[in-house]
């Protein structure tokens, strides 16, 4: 995250804050997942770690200064692309505990 040459460069700033809070989204949604499959032992520790993840990272975010983003090299796919994985393991997540 930090090598400037790196597919998932996100700079020195914020932005690894922003990084790591949908990572902890996406565990959050494979521990949904996991709850209905052969690795149901694993759904709570994943699910709580991924809580835990994206409360930790996200929180200093809130803070006044917290977007303020200055580097412009950055590989402007990974938000997306981790965003919209984090949204669809949630979902499918949220449809299979529900069920």
């Known amino acids: ?13 914020e932005r690894q804050l922003l990084l790591y809070s949908l990572l902890g989204l996406i565990y959050l949604g494979a521990g949904w997942l996991l709850r209905r499959g052969a690795f149901a032992d694993f759904a709570p520790p994943t699910e709580k770690l ?8 996200f929180f200093p975010l809130t803070w006044k200064d917290g977007f303020n983003w200055r ?5 402007n796919w990974i938000f997306p692309a981790l965003g919209l994985l984090a949204i669809i393991l949630s979902a499918l997540g949220l449809k299979i505990s529900a069920r």
Do not use: H, K, P, Q
Request: glycine content about 16%; proline content about 0%; charged content about 15%.
């Open 50 to 57: 991924g809580l835990l993840a994206f409360l930790v990272f």
């Open 71 to 75: 580097s412009g090299d950055i590989n």
């Open 1 to 13: 995250m930090n090598e400037r040459t790196g597919w998932i460069y996100c700079g020195n700033d």
